[in-house]
């Protein structure tokens, strides 16, 4: 992740046109030491060649490649223009983003802020907001509002180790700046909990910077100690603002979305947004699908967004694309703002999937345009896996059901002191709530140390937030035909240190 001081930040700012803009965006860039002398001359060529508008009221000029040489260090001059500045074409920037960057080191950090800039409602708070504090938070998606991001998904990984899908895991938070080295390797040298069902948890308690949440799905099935692996959920944890998702990861139609749904259906699951179980992506008829490798030197920047973007244009038809090789949701293929954000480099897949009457002429159009190289020279070599255009059948989506837990009246309870040095955070929570899932019971817990409420402790969410440490004690009441095995079951599993 890119480094934005909040000096670096200019709210409020004023300027007659674009050139001017612009040239506020150098001046800051040089005076921060990013850039040397003349590094202006590249962001004004590069706008002479392809506006640098992205969309959403944003802007982001930058050096072309012949600049790149005076580049000292990575990063961004953010200016924002309540008033707007004409950008070209009817466009209105209202924030200007004024980047500097060594190697293809742009790709990310292009990636990253138009992952937060392709909202539309965050482009338009952006564009009046008076607070720097809350303006960088935003920008760098440090916002209070924990959700699960595509990033962080890994599907079909093909392996049969434990061990490899929960380092996937881990350096997918470490690329989102989530965990620090000490979290990676506690994490891979910790032992992982059975949820159930296939699916594991890791976490740690060391290095946790922020809240987020990565999963991975192995290809096929597999045996770990005896044991079914299908896929596994690593979790950092900085507030309790990820617990609410942490409570979902118990509910049976999340878990199996999670085993088998798309990457959309886990986002969704995981995000608490709304369901469609055992269901597939429903396609009309005539659909076309196109996948082709991107062939440019430099990867898919601002330039052959741009001109990918122009090519589509002309079409009616409804297109979107995905990165195969890094993952993520499929975006509007007709946004430059979201083509950036795929992170496309060389020799990446794209997918693309168009509907309409003109769909397959829109498909020729990208397979000409790719071949060319987006404007841009292209590698000589053929790429590894040829292009390829098939038009596809509809499909059809299937339903799903969901059960109840049944109740009896039969009743037990039990007090024991937590004795985990880390206390009743997200593994050891996960561990308590899978043992109490093993009995035909209901069970509420409290913490009567800080006289909480009584609460159930199959949520995982109320159980973490019971603020429970070390030495508190912690009262179980069980109603059911299994009540007193559930009171003895909790009370090994915490004398046992809740798989820690």
């Keep these: 992740m890119f480094n934005l001081p909040e000096n670096n930040i200019h709210l409020a700012a004023q300027a007659t046109d674009k050139q001017q803009a612009i040239e506020m965006a150098a001046a800051a860039l040089e005076q921060a030491g990013y850039v040397e002398s003349g590094y202006l001359q590249g962001m004004l060529g590069r706008e002479q060649q392809t506006s640098t508008f992205l969309g959403n009221g944003i802007a982001i000029p930058h050096g072309t490649l012949e600049t790149r040489g005076l580049v000292k260090n990575t990063g961004v001059a953010v200016f924002q223009f309540p008033q707007g500045v004409e950008w070209g074409e009817g466009n209105k920037a209202y924030v200007v983003i004024g980047i500097a960057a060594r190697s293809d080191e742009h790709l990310a950090l292009l990636r990253q802020l138009t992952h937060v800039l392709g909202d539309e409602d965050t482009a338009a708070e952006l564009a009046t907001l008076d607070d720097v504090k809350k303006f960088r938070a935003i920008l760098m998606g440090e916002a209070e509002n924990f959700s699960v991001k595509a990033e962080t998904i890994s599907l079909d990984v093909d392996t049969a180790s434990l061990l490899t899908l929960t380092a996937i895991n881990a350096a997918k938070l470490q690329e989102q700046s989530a965990v620090e080295n000490s979290f990676v390797s506690d994490v891979i040298g910790s032992l992982a909990l059975p ?5 594991w948890l890791t976490d740690s308690a060391a290095g946790n910077v922020k809240n987020a949440l990565a999963f991975s799905r192995a290809r096929n099935a597999f045996e770990h100690n005896g044991k079914t692996v299908r896929a596994v959920l ?3 944890v900085k507030d309790d603002a990820v617990n609410e998702t942490l409570a979902r990861l118990l509910d049976a139609n999340v878990q199996e979305q999670l085993l088998t ?13 709304e369901l469609v179980v055992n ?7 005539g659909t076309v699908i196109g996948t082709f ?9 601002a330039r052959p967004s741009t001109i990918l973007v122009n090519t589509l244009k002309s079409f009616e038809a409804k297109i979107t694309v995905e990165n195969l090789t890094r993952g993520g949701l499929a975006v509007n293929a007709k946004s430059a703002m979201k083509l950036v954000g795929l992170g496309a480099t060389k020799n990446h897949r794209l997918r693309f999937v168009a509907q309409g009457d003109d ?10 345009a790719f071949s060319e190289g987006l404007g841009e020279g292209v590698s000589a070599a053929p790429p590894a896996e040829p292009d390829t255009i098939e038009v596809v059948p509809a499909e059809s ?3 799903a059901t ?7 009246d039969e009743g037990a309870e039990g007090i024991f002191v937590l004795n985990n040095e880390h206390g009743l955070h997200a593994r050891p929570s996960a561990v308590l709530v899978n043992e109490v899932k093993k009995y035909n019971a209901s069970v509420a817990v409290q913490n009567l140390d800080r006289n909480t409420q009584l609460v159930s402790a199959k949520s995982l969410m109320k159980i973490v937030a019971l603020g429970a440490v070390k030495g508190h004690r912690l009262r179980f009441v069980a109603t059911g035909e299994e009540a007193q095995q559930a009171i003895d079951g909790i009370g090994a599993v915490i004398e046992a240190g809740l798989g820690e």
């Design 195 to 199: 949820l159930g069902n296939g699916l």
């Design 234 to 236: 690593t979790v950092a």
């Design 261 to 273: 749904g798309s990457q959309e259906q886990i986002l969704a699951a995981l995000n608490g947004e």
């Design 279 to 285: 269901a597939k992506p429903a396609q009309a008829a």
């Design 293 to 301: 490798t991107l062939r440019n030197e430099h990867g898919l920047h």
């Design 359 to 368: 769909a397959k002429q829109a498909m020729d159009a990208l397979a000409k």
């Design 397 to 399: 989506t299937v339903g």
């Design 402 to 408: 969901e059960k109840n837990e049944a109740k009896s």
